[in-house]
């Protein structure tokens, strides 16, 4: 119990400075990979607390709840992975959470965020079958759906699960909002969708989005440590390696469709994810 | 055992007294007099079944003696009644549907020498009642006398709209309260013959009740949906033929007491007509045309209640078909069936389509949770069927309620609903989070499956995980229509009068049962499962129970925060690059004003409807197959 | 503290601009500017930029656009006018169609000259236009923000 709350409180706190660091790294990283200097490290807490003294305006009077509530459940499915909670759940808030960002897009009746908000849900329907498949690889390897127990049982997943972990990193890539799957929220400007689903917010919910989405990596982050967690330090070093992988990728690839990204997720869950699954049951247990 | 007195008098009086409004109502002409009758009898039939779940011993089956011949009598001459009335409506049959009848006729002589030609000894206990049977009469009680109470304001507007048709409304109550009384005799039969009478009564009311409008297209969809059953119910006669043997009795009960082996052809065939009724694939066309009927009776009979008999006698066969390979394939035939339904709702837009395929969907869920068969998935089981009676049935009557306001079904003129009918828009809104949202009530359902599958069933899992994703994607986008706001939107003509009170009252239940679920859970669900297994099922733990309580108490608060914001924020109309032109509208080339105007994605190009209807349909009929085969 | 400073997101917005201006603009993200080391972003959305900068002369066709983009902005913000046709219509501020300089429309914060104007200066007014833009939201600060002085078009 002591640890649990240990780790809702760190997860809190911790967090959104670990994200906002990653995603300044991730800027510079880029931008060297581009042959400039790229901003300071800090560069993302300077843009979300410039954001936070905006005087934002809205659409209309109910979009900013569902930002609200897209942080909240962010926070949530977070607490109960690092409480040590039940994986699915966690799936299942994050889940709910999409859900509300993409709604907030609807509300607006914008055509830019209605788009984005129509990709937002076909990437989820994308990256769904994988994340519940990678949860059931995680029990079949590790007899448990408890983080806590996964993270203390000393099996090494990834071993059992190397299949399921590639096919987590593909759809990590869709999660993460990284080219060649970012398709609903494209972080450079200048394409054919303004910002998609943010178009419409402005001031605190534009900063709320951005302090979620930091959040929200360090949680998915947190399903690669979980892969390693045989090893806690192989663990963050595998995590950061990931994050850094997937910056490169990100620079390397222009966007692909819709279509591409639905197929290739499903693709990777049904062979990646579902054989290896069964290999597991067969020859494991 | 002694029978209390009352649970047992309640179970009677909910299988007779329907009868007394039916006849009543096929009497009665004035709309004031209806109304009341139709009011009065729901609230009877509504209260005995809260009632009978009140006095129910927790945990325990009642059997029900009945020992009067005449009730044997009765059931039999019903019976022929009812086959000679379904032979004589097939007068009008096709030439391609020329072997409806003969199917039926099949049926009837099978169902003749199984009760005349052989001995089979009487049944001591030809009814009883659990606490799933419980849970299932009170979803039929509450739910269909709320359908049932809408039913007359929304069939007055519908003549009104469509004078050409002529008028059969006696009738058409007729059927409602016939069809309350039959299902209540599909969760209390225990004696096979009677389940099977109550069953073709369903049958018979869906055929009706789908034809109703007298189009050429009703007649038709009508005629595959008794096509369809009648596959069913000759497989339900097959069965008592071989269940009932000259020393065992034709009861339900083949499927717990009797050897593994010799159960196990009943039990695959009478898993077989639990699939037609309950529209698995590949025989889901019925259902999909079924909608074709007025949007009451898509709610009753064709999602609520009736499709439900269908799961309900599956999940009863679950003892014989568990770790069977016969189970097995059931299983992956409602795997299947939840995946390309799932995928099929995405495709469309026509609202009670895109209902259809996800009632299709869910149950198969339900079947596939059946076809396993552990403790666990039987639990989610019995809560799916809660959960989706009663947000399917909100869901149902939202669209009628929206159909007879908007003057449409398509989701594409829902957009704004949450401005233009807010009270409506909420009720769909409420209805749509029960059917698939976290932590509401499919989530629970899906938590549990996937914690049993991923022991028991690894496909199914996959299957399981494969069609979440579509199931979230057409579910969201609706609520996406619902909830956006086109600017100038304003407030009009809401809910009203009847329908009011029953969407009010299924909102409530909705909202109530993704509440309070650990109660319906540990009342009926827990002791049913305890009863049938011997050994609890501890699936709540308190921490989960915790954490899924804060997700939804921070559903219901946030929303009261928000509101509560200090300063309301400036108004900027939405980014239409610069060219905004008033409103929704945008200047373009030329100089020309147009509105904005947003479809939702249908993927109909990526998802081909026939491709995938083909395809689920072959690979059902072949699982369908392999089940019985391998019986 | 405040953060706009540090953290500038841009809209441009090409009014009617020969595109020489434009082209100065983009270089300013290529490495050898590289803009994003003081934190700018080119964002492509009014509702989240901080600094209008616009290239071009206002004409019949954009003043309604050049109006509506800035009305959309959040407060607070500045307009940085850059290269000569956004200060006075330049070369074509005899044209038939041609209203003027941007200030025409909106009041522009910083001019920046040039004909096509330098990398070097626009970044120069960028910057220039930080210290209006902080002033600026000092200044809502005290007045608790209750006060809009733009309508939205
Ligand atoms: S200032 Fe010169 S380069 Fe710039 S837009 Fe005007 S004419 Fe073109």
């Given at each position: 119990?002591?640890?649990?709350?240990?780790?809702?409180?760190?997860?809190?706190?911790?967090?959104p400075?670990?994200?906002?660091?990653?995603?300044?790294?991730?800027?510079?990283?880029?931008?060297?990979?581009?042959?400039?200097?790229?901003?300071?490290?800090?560069?993302?807490?300077?843009?979300?607390?410039?954001?936070?003294?905006?005087?934002?305006?809205?659409?209309?009077?109910?979009?900013?709840?569902?930002?609200?509530?897209?942080?909240?459940?962010?926070?949530?499915?977070?607490?109960?992975?690092?409480?040590?909670?039940?994986?699915?759940?966690?799936?299942?808030?994050?889940?709910?959470?999409?859900?509300?960002?993409?709604?907030?897009?609807?509300?607006?009746?914008?055509?830019?965020?209605?788009?984005?908000?129509?990709?937002?849900?076909?990437?989820?329907?994308?990256?769904e079958?994988?994340?519940?498949?990678?949860?059931v690889?995680m029990?079949?390897?590790?007899?448990?759906?408890?983080v806590?127990?996964?993270?203390?049982?000393?099996?090494?997943?990834?071993?059992?699960?190397?299949?399921?972990?590639?096919?987590?990193?593909?759809?990590?890539?869709?999660?993460?909002?990284?080219?060649?799957?970012?398709?609903?929220?494209?972080?450079?400007a200048?394409?054919?969708?303004?910002?998609?689903?943010?178009?419409?917010?402005?001031?605190?919910?534009?900063?709320?989005?951005?302090?979620?989405?930091?959040?929200?990596?360090?949680?998915?982050?947190?399903?690669?440590?979980?892969?390693?967690?045989f090893?806690?330090?192989?663990?963050?070093?595998?995590?950061?390696?990931?994050?850094?992988?997937?910056?490169v990728?990100?620079?390397?690839?222009?966007?692909?469709?819709?279509?591409?990204?639905?197929?290739?997720?499903?693709?990777?869950?049904a062979?990646?994810?579902?054989?290896?699954?069964?290999?597991?049951?067969?020859?494991?247990? | 055992?002694?029978?209390p007195?009352k649970?047992?008098?309640?179970?009677?009086?909910?299988?007779?007294?329907?009868?007394?409004?039916?006849?009543?109502?096929?009497?009665?002409?004035?709309?004031?007099f209806?109304?009341?009758?139709?009011?009065?009898?729901?609230?009877?039939?509504?209260?005995?079944?809260?009632?009978?779940?009140?006095?129910?011993?927790?945990?325990?089956?009642?059997?029900?003696?009945?020992?009067?011949?005449f009730?044997?009598?009765?059931?039999?001459?019903?019976?022929?009644?009812?086959?000679?009335?379904?032979?004589?409506a097939?007068?009008?049959?096709?030439?391609?549907?020329?072997?409806?009848?003969?199917?039926?006729?099949?049926?009837?002589?099978?169902?003749?020498?199984?009760?005349?030609?052989r001995?089979?000894?009487?049944?001591?206990?030809?009814l009883?009642?659990?606490?799933?049977?419980?849970?299932?009469a009170?979803?039929?009680?509450?739910?269909?006398?709320?359908?049932?109470?809408?039913?007359?304001?929304?069939?007055?507007?519908?003549?009104?709209?469509?004078?050409?048709?002529?008028?059969?409304?006696?009738?058409?109550?007729?059927?409602?309260?016939?069809?309350?009384?039959?299902?209540?005799?599909?969760?209390?039969?225990?004696?096979?013959?009677?389940?099977?009478?109550?069953?073709?009564?369903?049958?018979?009311?869906?055929f009706?009740?789908?034809?109703?409008?007298?189009?050429?297209?009703?007649?038709?969809?009508?005629?595959?949906?008794?096509?369809m059953?009648?596959?069913g119910?000759?497989?339900?006669?097959?069965?008592?033929?071989l269940?009932g043997?000259?020393?065992?009795a034709?009861?339900?009960?083949?499927?717990?007491?009797?050897?593994?082996?010799?159960?196990?052809?009943?039990?695959?065939?009478?898993?077989?007509?639990?699939?037609?009724?309950?529209?698995?694939?590949?025989?889901?066309?019925?259902?999909?045309?079924?909608?074709?009927?007025?949007t009451?009776?898509?709610?009753?009979?064709?999602?609520?209640?009736?499709?439900?008999?269908?799961?309900?006698?599956?999940?009863?066969?679950?003892?014989a078909?568990?770790?069977?390979?016969?189970?097995f394939?059931?299983?992956?035939?409602?795997?299947?069936?939840?995946?390309?339904a799932?995928?099929?709702?995405?495709?469309?837009?026509?609202?009670?389509?895109?209902?259809?395929?996800?009632?299709?969907?869910?149950?198969?869920?339900?079947?596939?949770?059946?076809?396993?068969?552990?403790?666990?998935?039987?639990?989610?089981?019995?809560?799916?069927?809660?959960?989706?009676?009663?947000?399917?049935?909100?869901?149902?009557?939202?669209?009628?309620?929206?159909?007879?306001?908007?003057?449409?079904?398509d989701?594409?003129?829902?957009g704004?609903?949450?401005?233009?009918?807010?009270?409506?828009?909420?009720?769909?809104?409420?209805?749509?989070?029960?059917?698939?949202?976290?932590?509401?009530?499919?989530?629970?359902?899906?938590?549990?499956?996937?914690?049993?599958?991923?022991?028991?069933?690894?496909?199914l899992?996959?299957?399981?995980?494969?069609?979440?994703?579509?199931?979230?994607?057409?579910?969201?986008?609706?609520?996406?229509?619902?909830?956006?706001?086109?600017?100038g939107?304003?407030a009009?003509?809401?809910?009203?009068?009847?329908?009011?009170?029953?969407?009010?009252?299924?909102?409530?239940?909705?909202?109530?049962?993704c509440?309070?679920?650990?109660?319906?859970?540990?009342?009926?669900?827990?002791?049913?499962?305890?009863?049938?297994?011997?050994?609890?099922?501890?699936?709540?733990t308190?921490?989960?129970?915790?954490?899924?309580?804060?997700?939804?108490?921070?559903?219901?608060?946030?929303?009261?925060?928000?509101?509560?914001?200090?300063?309301?924020?400036?108004?900027?109309?939405?980014?239409?690059?610069?060219?905004?032109?008033?409103?929704?509208?945008?200047?373009?080339a030329?100089?020309?004003?147009?509105?904005?105007?947003?479809?939702?994605?249908?993927?109909?190009?990526?998802?081909?409807?026939?491709?995938?209807?083909?395809?689920?349909t072959?690979?059902?009929?072949?699982?369908?197959?392999?089940?019985?085969?391998?019986? | 503290?405040?953060?706009?400073?540090?953290?500038?997101?841009?809209?441009?917005?090409?009014?009617?601009?020969?595109?020489?201006?434009?082209?100065?603009?983009?270089?300013?993200?290529?490495?050898?500017?590289?803009?994003?080391?003081?934190?700018?972003?080119?964002?492509?959305?009014?509702?989240?930029?901080?600094?209008?900068?616009i290239?071009?002369?206002?004409?019949?066709q954009?003043?309604?656009?050049?109006?509506?983009?800035?009305?959309?902005?959040?407060?607070?913000?500045?307009?940085?006018?850059?290269?000569?046709?956004?200060?006075?219509g330049?070369?074509?501020?005899?044209s038939?169609?041609?209203?003027?300089?941007?200030?025409?429309?909106?009041?522009?914060?910083?001019?920046?000259?040039?004909?096509?104007?330098?990398?070097?200066?626009?970044?120069?007014?960028?910057?220039?236009?930080?210290?209006?833009?902080?002033?600026?939201?000092?200044?809502?600060?005290?007045?608790?923000?209750?006060?809009?002085p733009?309508?939205?078009?």
């Amino acid at each position: 119990m002591k640890t649990a709350l240990l780790g809702v409180v760190l997860w809190l706190i911790a967090a959104p400075l670990v994200g906002g660091l990653l995603a300044g790294a991730d800027r510079i990283l880029s931008a060297r990979l581009q042959g400039r200097v790229g901003p300071p490290l800090l560069q993302p807490f300077y843009d979300a607390l410039k954001l936070w003294d905006k005087r934002g305006g809205v659409v209309n009077r109910f979009q900013n709840f569902y930002m609200v509530a897209f942080f909240a459940f962010v926070l949530a499915s977070g607490a109960i992975f690092f409480a040590g909670g039940d994986l699915l759940l966690v799936i299942f808030a994050l889940t709910l959470a999409g859900v509300m960002l993409a709604l907030g897009a609807w509300s607006t009746h914008s055509p830019y965020s209605h788009v984005g908000a129509e990709r937002e849900i076909l990437q989820m329907m994308a990256y769904e079958p994988m994340l519940l498949l990678a949860a059931v690889g995680m029990y079949l390897a590790g007899r448990s759906f408890h983080v806590n127990a996964l993270a203390s049982s000393g099996i090494p997943l990834v071993l059992q699960l190397p299949g399921v972990f590639l096919g987590f990193l593909l759809i990590l890539t869709i999660k993460l909002r990284k080219s060649p799957f970012d398709l609903s929220a494209s972080h450079h400007a200048h394409q054919e969708l303004v910002r998609g689903i943010t178009t419409e917010y402005s001031g605190r919910s534009l900063a709320l989005f951005e302090i979620a989405h930091w959040y929200e990596n360090v949680l998915l982050l947190g399903f690669v440590w979980l892969f390693f967690a045989f090893n806690p330090a192989l663990g963050v070093a595998a995590a950061l390696a990931v994050y850094f992988l997937e910056v490169v990728v990100d620079n390397a690839y222009a966007r692909l469709t819709w279509k591409v990204t639905v197929r290739a997720a499903w693709i990777a869950a049904a062979i990646l994810g579902a054989t290896n699954l069964a290999v597991v049951k067969l020859l494991l247990r | 055992m002694e029978t209390p007195l009352k649970a047992q008098h309640l179970v009677i009086f909910l299988l007779l007294f329907p009868l007394g409004p039916a006849l009543l109502l096929a009497a009665v002409r004035g709309a004031g007099f209806r109304r009341l009758l139709v009011g009065a009898g729901a609230a009877a039939t509504a209260a005995a079944s809260v009632a009978l779940a009140a006095v129910l011993p927790s945990g325990e089956t009642l059997w029900i003696a009945f020992a009067s011949p005449f009730a044997d009598q009765a059931v039999i001459v019903g019976e022929i009644v009812v086959t000679l009335f379904l032979l004589a409506a097939c007068r009008r049959i096709r030439r391609r549907e020329a072997w409806i009848p003969v199917v039926i006729a099949a049926q009837g002589l099978l169902l003749g020498w199984a009760e005349f030609g052989r001995d089979l000894p009487p049944v001591a206990t030809p009814l009883y009642v659990d606490p799933f049977s419980a849970l299932m009469a009170a979803i039929i009680g509450i739910v269909g006398g709320l359908i049932a109470l809408y039913s007359p304001g929304y069939m007055a507007d519908h003549h009104r709209r469509h004078p050409e048709e002529k008028d059969r409304r006696r009738g058409f109550f007729f059927l409602i309260f016939l069809f309350l009384s039959a299902m209540f005799g599909v969760v209390f039969a225990n004696h096979l013959l009677w389940l099977y009478f109550f069953w073709e009564i369903t049958t018979l009311c869906s055929f009706l009740m789908i034809g109703y409008t007298g189009t050429e297209e009703a007649t038709r969809n009508a005629f595959r949906a008794l096509g369809m059953n009648a596959l069913g119910g000759l497989a339900f006669a097959l069965a008592i033929v071989l269940a009932g043997t000259s020393s065992s009795a034709p009861t339900l009960e083949f499927a717990r007491v009797a050897a593994p082996g010799a159960a196990l052809l009943p039990a695959a065939l009478l898993a077989f007509a639990g699939l037609t009724k309950s529209a698995q694939l590949p025989f889901s066309s019925w259902l999909l045309g079924a909608m074709v009927a007025p949007t009451p009776v898509s709610a009753l009979l064709h999602s609520s209640t009736m499709v439900k008999a269908g799961v309900f006698v599956v999940v009863k066969l679950a003892p014989a078909l568990h770790g069977t390979r016969t189970g097995f394939l059931l299983a992956l035939v409602g795997g299947t069936t939840f995946l390309a339904a799932a995928l099929l709702a995405v495709t469309q837009s026509h609202a009670k389509r895109v209902l259809a395929w996800s009632t299709v969907s869910n149950l198969g869920l339900i079947v596939a949770c059946a076809g396993v068969g552990t403790p666990e998935t039987l639990w989610a089981a019995a809560m799916l069927i809660l959960f989706h009676a009663v947000a399917k049935a909100l869901l149902f009557l939202g669209v009628g309620a929206i159909e007879h306001r908007v003057g449409s079904r398509d989701i594409e003129d829902m957009g704004g609903l949450i401005a233009t009918r807010p009270r409506l828009a909420i009720a769909m809104i409420v209805g749509i989070l029960g059917m698939f949202l976290a932590p509401f009530g499919m989530l629970i359902s899906k938590w549990a499956c996937l914690k049993a599958l991923a022991d028991h069933n690894l496909l199914l899992a996959v299957l399981l995980a494969f069609g979440s994703g579509p199931t979230l994607f057409f579910w969201t986008k609706w609520l996406g229509k619902l909830i956006s706001v086109p600017s100038g939107a304003r407030a009009s003509d809401d809910v009203v009068g009847d329908e009011r009170l029953a969407l009010s009252v299924l909102v409530l239940l909705t909202a109530g049962a993704c509440g309070l679920f650990p109660l319906a859970a540990a009342w009926f669900v827990d002791p049913w499962i305890l009863g049938l297994f011997g050994a609890p099922l501890a699936l709540l733990t308190r921490s989960n129970l915790l954490i899924m309580a804060a997700m939804l108490g921070m559903l219901v608060i946030l929303p009261a925060i928000s509101f509560l914001q200090p300063r309301e924020p400036r108004r900027v109309p939405p980014y239409l690059a610069g060219a905004n032109a008033g409103g929704d509208a945008f200047t373009g080339a030329l100089g020309a004003t147009h509105a904005v105007s947003l479809r939702n994605y249908y993927l109909a190009d990526f998802f081909e409807e026939n491709a995938i209807v083909r395809t689920a349909t072959g690979l059902a009929l072949l699982l369908t197959v392999g089940m019985l085969a391998l019986a | 503290m405040a953060f706009f400073k540090k953290s500038p997101w841009l809209l441009h917005y090409d009014a009617s601009s020969c595109n020489g201006c434009d082209i100065e603009v983009l270089a300013c993200l290529t490495p050898i500017y590289d803009v994003e080391r003081f934190g700018i972003v080119n964002t492509g959305n009014p509702k989240h930029a901080d600094i209008l900068l616009i290239t071009g002369a206002v004409n019949v066709q954009n003043e309604e656009i050049v109006r509506n983009l800035y009305g959309q902005m959040p407060d607070p913000k500045v307009v940085v006018a850059a290269g000569a046709c956004a200060m006075s219509g330049g070369v074509f501020q005899d044209s038939y169609n041609v209203l003027g300089g941007i200030d025409k429309v909106i009041p522009v914060d910083v001019y920046v000259p040039g004909c096509a104007v330098r990398p070097e200066a626009i970044i120069d007014g960028v910057v220039q236009s930080l210290a209006i833009l902080e002033r600026k939201a000092a200044e809502l600060k005290r007045r608790g923000g209750s006060g809009e002085p733009e309508k939205p078009s």
